[in-house]
């Protein structure tokens, strides 16, 4: 089980928007999903749903609550066939104060996710846990980061971006040492890239420095992406496409996921999907 994260200390660089969208597109590929919104602003939840964290239907079922019950399955729910997802919630905000109520010694608090998630990996429910998390650098994050088996670093071809690129990376490896097995970097993602001449030579001076590490599609910048996440992931029509448009939106996340399925050894599509 691929358990992901997709991430960087910085805001607003479509973090949120590539897991749902990966999420969307390795279900449709056949594999298996649970997405886990971690992130306090609830932006996954909203994406993968259209609906807010404070909904009614995500009051008993969320992160906060398999925070706070030391609980994960009993907090899922089913979007549809192979996504499934725990919903978001603002109290997650209090993960340091939830670790002092429980007791957790300070050095183990790093662990507290590798153990949440180690029920679902011992029986392999899924073949990826993708989880989103917010852009900073806290308890929550870090306990993410220790926990996961993969990592995808996510920049935006944009100088503020780009030069967190090396801090984010640092501290994975500082994780390395205290996990089981130690996690893998999969690659460095550019994104929601624009045609301005900077843009290309922000993105030229990655791949100088990052080499084979940056994967070879780079995400654009494309007004369908935006509306999805207020109305929703489009839908396959009974033959199991995607309209001309919402292909086109989205193609270049298709490029992305066989990027990732092919660096971790996966076949590209599992059990004969498209
Ligand atoms: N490829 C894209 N093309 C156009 N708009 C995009 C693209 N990716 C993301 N966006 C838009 O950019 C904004 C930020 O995206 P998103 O919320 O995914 O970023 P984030 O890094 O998760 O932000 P945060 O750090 O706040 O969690 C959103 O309005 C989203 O719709
Ligand atoms: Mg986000």
């Given at each position: 089980m691929v358990v992901l994260l997709n991430s960087l200390?910085?805001?607003?660089?479509?973090k949120t928007s590539n897991s749902v969208i990966l999420t969307h597109i390795l279900a449709d590929k056949g594999y298996k999903i649970l997405f886990i919104?971690?992130?306090?602003?609830?932006n996954g939840t909203r994406f993968l749903t259209?609906?807010?964290?404070?909904d009614v239907e995500f009051q008993k079922k969320n992160i906060f609550e398999a925070v706070k019950h030391d609980e994960l399955k009993d907090n899922i729910l089913k979007l549809k066939e192979n996504i499934d997802y725990v919903p978001g919630n603002e109290n997650i905000n209090l993960f340091e104060r939830m670790m002092d109520r429980k007791k957790i010694p300070s050095d183990k608090r790093y662990l507290y996710f590798n153990m949440l998630l180690q029920p679902l990996s011992q029986e392999e429910m899924y073949d990826f846990i993708i989880l989103d998390v917010s852009p900073t650098k806290s308890l929550l994050n870090s306990s993410i980061m220790a926990g996961v088996t993969h990592h995808i670093v996510t920049s935006q071809s944009e100088v503020f971006s780009v030069e967190m690129i090396q801090s984010y990376l640092n501290d994975i490896k500082e994780f390395r040492a205290i996990q089981q097995i130690p996690s893998e970097v999969l690659g460095i993602s550019l994104g929601?890239?624009?045609?301005t001449k900077l843009s290309k030579q922000v993105h030229d001076l990655v791949i100088h420095h990052y080499g084979d590490l940056v994967f070879n599609t780079v995400t654009k910048r494309k007004s369908k992406i935006t509306e999805y996440a207020a109305a929703g992931f489009p839908s396959r029509n009974k033959r199991g496409l995607y309209n001309v448009k919402d292909s086109k939106a989205l193609s270049l996340h298709w490029r992305l996921a066989d990027e990732i399925l092919m660096r971790l050894n996966l076949p590209l599509s599992k059990g004969g999907e498209i």
């Open positions: 200390y910085k805001g607003g660089i479509g919104d971690c992130d306090p602003q609830g259209t609906k807010s964290t404070t929601m890239r624009d045609w």
